[in-house]
Each structure stands twice: as structure tokens, then as C-alpha cells.
């Protein structure tokens, strides 16, 4: 039996008169990675940023329905939106590590939180980066600049950054997409491991990496969710027509 | 052949526009080589005739009895600017962290013009006003005669306003969104993510701001002279009368002649260092940030 940890209910999304996302219904079970495939503009990422509301920093964005996370709708006034955003950790495409030392970056968030225990900042730094899978590359010099490393190890930062959060779900949006084959496929490795702490939603351009990491597969196309299925029966036989076309790159 | 005498003649008059630019750009610099030279030849003989310790640290400004010490003035620069600086430094960032972060587009597309207006009204004006309506309101809450260290500080404060929400601003939109995306989607608030993101990011524009706004302080001569009594003694109070080094020379220049003359062109000397001491130590203090190596 699959625990639901995200429910999304007739959810809809709009930037002024445009909608974006049209009326959603899915499911997140818990400890899976959910991969999101779909060409460009067809909401992906719209999609991740209205499950942490970043979303709501856009002007002119609106939704409709509902998103229920552990049971809560996220869109009933009263949410606390900074710790619903400390629960969905995300990364970004372009790796975004602040203006500060590495060492800094990891503890933002925890620091925002009062968490002021140098001790405690020191062992979970150490955890998150051994976790990222950057803790070999960087030991030494940790209070150096975060803008010093390489564009691989920046996103692994970054996702060591979120990990320092203490999220129960961590949100990428296409994390590898100006990364190296090696770097990517240090970033896969680690999520696969992550998995078993962590629900994973991963938005993705690139098919291969959906198919390679995904335990289910969901496609989006024009803002409306075609499909969702297990990886292996969404790439092998879709029940839509359109998820088989632009799989097999006849399209997008 | 046609062709590479084309490319040559091209390169020619690349060459010629190279070496005009030089010389205008030269002959911006050397105006600023020739002031200093012009004001360091005038001045500093009578530095070194009086003394340096008499005209620096001497308090009696006596020019008919051939007593110079300028403390009263330096001290009196050093306090109004220090005066403005601490009124318009907390304005002038909250604004512009106010119109840069917080307010809507259409407020700031509408507040922005109007602080850079604020820029282009004449000292005297400024002077005219404090005269109007500060001195008499300093009188009559504090008592004095209102012409003060306070009403110039003040006014001053005001007057360095535009200069440093306007380069605040644009230091402050300077900081990539991503930073704040980067560092809201950790958990941050807004408030959160401008003071521990965005303004160390900004750093070193604001500092420039504050500089450019610091000099515009310790220059400004018309305003001052009108609303801060110029008394040549180093105030005791807030309330006190004072005098500025630039009121010094502006006041005195008209019918001085002579040793008297000439010490006025040492007060400039005394400025002139003063302003590019202060300069250093600002730059030094903005170069201290947190940057790619």
C-alpha cells in the first residue's frame, strides 16, 4: 500500500489572463521520485514552484483547486509559506549558490530558524555536503567562496543546502541541465540515495535522465497533465498517443 | 590590393579616434592636476611659515593678528558632515531598500524622478528654507539662536538624500534575482533575504553612495553658511554656532588680501586632504566585501 504525501485536486494556475496549469489531479506517493517530463512551457516548473509558492512572488499569479501536503492544503490562508518552503527544498536549473562561503550557504537556512549551535552547524554541514556527494571535494576549504566551484559541484551545493533544510521533499527543476555527463550523473546517483529519506519530485527537459531515475513518470503538455505511470510503462507503452511522440522525439 | 588598403586606411582612423579620446580624456584629469597644483602653491608657503601644528591644531582664527588655527573649521566640517551622514545614511538606505524591494512597481517608477528632482534645487534654496523655517523651529524647541551644528546637519542630511537613494537603488537592482529566489525558496522572508543577501551583495555601491553623498556634505558651502551662524569657534553643543572650512574660504575670500589670502588657500589644502583621506578610507572599507576572488 503507497503512503500519498501530495494530493493535488483541480488545481489550476495563471499569470494574468494566461492559464498555465490546467485543473491538475495527481498524487506524490512518499519516498518515490516522481519524474516530470514535457516539453518547453508546459507548466513543469510553473507546477513545482506552486507546490512551495514561490510561485506567489510572480505579479499577476493565481490558482484554483486545491494541493494537499500531508493532508493540509497549502493554499488555505493562514500557512506559514517560510516553513512550508523550509519542508519543499528546492533546487533551481541554474545553480544558485548566495554570495557568501560555502560553509554560510549550508547553514542559511538553518540559521533562519535560530539554529545557532556552532557544534550542531559543523556536524550537519559535514552530513549534508557527505550526503551531496561534495563533502571529499570541499573539507578543505569551506570558507571559501561558494562562487569558486565549478558549475557541478555548485548544484551539489545547492542540493546540500536544501538537505541542510531538513525537508521531507526535495523539488529540482531540471538540476542538470547545464551540468557535464559526469556531474549529472553524480546528481543521479545522489538522488537515488536520497530516496529513501526524502519524497523527490524531478522536473527534467532530458527523457533519458526521467527514464534512468524516475519510479513513476508524469507527462505534461500545454499546462495539462497527459499522463502519469510507472517509468517503465510510460516508456515502453503510454496509453496517450501524444506521451509516445514526444518520447520518441517526434516533437518538442 | 584595393581591399587591404581599405583595411589599413580603417585602421588608420581607429587610430586617430584612439588618440583624441586620450587627449580629451587626459585633459579631464590634468584640470584636477592643475587645481591641486595651483592650490597647493598658494597655501602651503604660509603652512610652513606658521607652523603646521599652528594651523591644524590651533582654535583662534584671527586673520588681522596673523593668527590662523583652523581647528574650529575642521572640527566644524568633520561634525556637520558626520551630522548629515547620520540623518540622511538611514534615510536615504531605507528608502531605497523600501523602493527597490518592497513598494510596487508603479510607486517607485513615481518616487524615483522625484527624489532625483530633489537633486537639482540649488543649495541656496535649501539655505533659504532651513533659514525660514528649521532656524526658527530649532529657537524655539531647543532655544539658541537656532543657527546651529543642528540646522546644518540637518539640512545637509537632506541635501546628500537623492545622491544616495539614487545610487543605492541601482546598486540594489544590481544584486541578481536569483540570490533572492535562491535564498526565499530556503525559508527566508523578505526582510531576511535583503538584510543577509541582498545588501551584502550591494555592498560596495552603497558604500559609493554613501561616499558620494559624504562628499557632497563636506563641500557643500551656500546652505551651510546660511542656517550654521559661522562662528570660527568649535562648537560646544549641538545648538552652537560653527563653521565649516568651505564657509571659511566663501565668507573671507572677497576682501582678504595678503598672509590673510593665502591662509584661505590653506584652509582649501586642509579640505582638500581631509576629502581624499576620507575617500581612501571609504574605498578601503568598500573593498572589504565579500567577493569572487
Known amino acids: ?252 | 590590393m584595393a581591399g587591404g588598403n581599405m583595411i589599413a586606411r580603417h585602421e588608420g582612423s581607429d587610430r586617430l579616434i584612439k588618440i583624441s579620446l586620450l587627449v580629451v580624456a587626459f585633459s579631464a584629469v590634468s584640470v584636477l592636476v592643475i587645481i591641486t597644483i595651483f592650490i597647493f602653491e598658494q597655501g602651503l608657503p604660509i603652512m610652513m611659515k606658521y607652523g603646521l601644528k599652528n594651523f591644524l591644531l590651533g582654535q583662534n582664527w584671527f586673520p588681522s593678528e596673523k593668527s590662523f588655527g583652523l581647528l574650529p573649521m575642521i572640527v566644524g566640517s568633520l561634525l556637520v558632515t558626520l551630522g548629515a551622514l547620520v540623518i540622511g545614511v538611514p534615510l536615504g538606505l531605507a528608502s531605497a531598500i523600501f523602493l527597490t524591494e518592497f513598494s510596487n512597481r508603479r510607486v517607485s517608477r513615481f518616487l524615483k524622478p522625484v527624489i532625483e528632482l530633489l537633486a537639482g534645487i540649488p543649495s541656496v534654496v535649501y539655505g533659504f528654507l532651513g533659514l525660514m523655517f528649521l532656524v526658527p523651529f530649532i529657537r524655539e524647541k531647543f532655544g539658541g539662536s537656532g543657527l546651529s551644528v543642528l540646522a546644518a546637519s540637518i539640512i545637509l542630511g537632506i541635501m546628500i538624500l537623492p545622491t544616495i537613494i539614487s545610487i543605492s537603488i541601482d546598486s540594489i537592482r544590481a544584486v541578481p534575482d536569483s540570490y533572492r529566489e535562491g535564498s526565499i525558496a530556503l525559508g527566508a522572508t523578505r526582510w531576511q533575504t535583503v538584510r543577509m543577501v541582498v545588501l551584502p551583495a550591494a555592498r560596495s555601491g552603497l558604500v559609493a553612495g554613501i561616499i558620494l553623498g559624504m562628499g557632497r556634505a563636506i563641500g557643500e558651502t551656500m546652505a551651510v553658511i546660511m542656517v550654521a551662524g559661522n562662528a570660527a569657534d568649535i562648537p560646544g553643543s549641538l545648538l552652537a554656532p560653527v563653521r565649516t572650512l568651505t564657509s571659511n574660504i566663501a565668507l573671507e575670500m572677497a576682501y582678504a588680501s595678503g598672509e590673510h589670502r593665502e591662509a584661505l588657500f590653506a584652509t582649501g589644502v586642509v579640505l582638500f586632504v581631509i576629502i581624499m583621506i576620507l575617500n581612501f578610507l571609504a574605498n578601503l572599507a568598500a573593498r572589504k566585501q565579500y567577493r569572487k576572488k
Open chain 1, 1 to 252: 500500500m503507497k503512503d500519498t504525501a501530495i494530493q493535488v485536486i483541480n488545481f489550476s494556475h495563471f499569470y494574468g489572463q494566461q492559464q498555465s496549469l490546467k485543473n491538475l489531479n495527481l498524487q506524490v506517493y512518499r519516498n518515490e521520485i516522481l519524474g516530470i517530463i514535457g516539453p518547453a512551457r508546459s507548466g513543469k516548473s510553473t507546477f513545482l514552484t506552486c507546490l512551495n509558492r514561490l510561485g506567489d512572488l510572480v505579479p499577476g499569479s493565481r490558482v484554483t483547486g486545491k494541493i494537499l501536503i500531508d493532508g493540509q492544503n497549502i493554499y488555505c490562508p493562514g500557512i506559514e509559506v517560510a516553513a512550508l518552503r523550509r519542508q519543499l527544498g528546492m533546487v533551481f536549473a541554474t545553480p544558485v549558490p548566495l554570495p557568501m562561503s560555502i560553509y554560510d550557504n549550508l547553514v542559511f537556512g538553518p540559521k533562519l530558524q535560530g539554529k545557532k549551535y556552532r557544534l550542531d552547524l559543523d556536524g550537519l554541514v559535514e552530513d549534508c555536503l557527505e550526503k551531496a556527494g561534495l563533502w571529499i571535494e570541499v573539507k578543505d576549504r569551506l570558507k571559501t567562496s561558494a562562487l569558486k566551484l565549478s558549475g557541478g559541484q555548485q548544484q551539489r551545493l545547492c542540493l546540500a543546502r536544501v538537505l541542510a533544510l531538513k525537508p521531507e521533499y526535495i523539488l529540482l527543476d531540471e538540476p542538470t541541465s547545464g551540468l557535464d555527463p559526469i556531474s549529472t550523473m553524480k546528481i543521479e546517483d545522489t538522488l537515488r540515495l536520497l530516496k529513501k529519506d526524502y519524497t523527490i519530485i524531478l522536473v527534467t527537459n532530458n527523457t533519458k535522465q526521467a527514464a534512468r531515475v524516475a519510479d513513476r513518470t508524469a507527462f505534461f503538455l500545454m499546462g495539462e497533465l497527459v499522463e502519469v505511470n510507472e517509468t517503465g510503462i510510460i516508456f515502453t507503452r503510454p496509453a496517450d498517443k501524444r506521451t509516445e511522440n514526444y518520447i520518441e522525439g517526434k516533437f518538442g
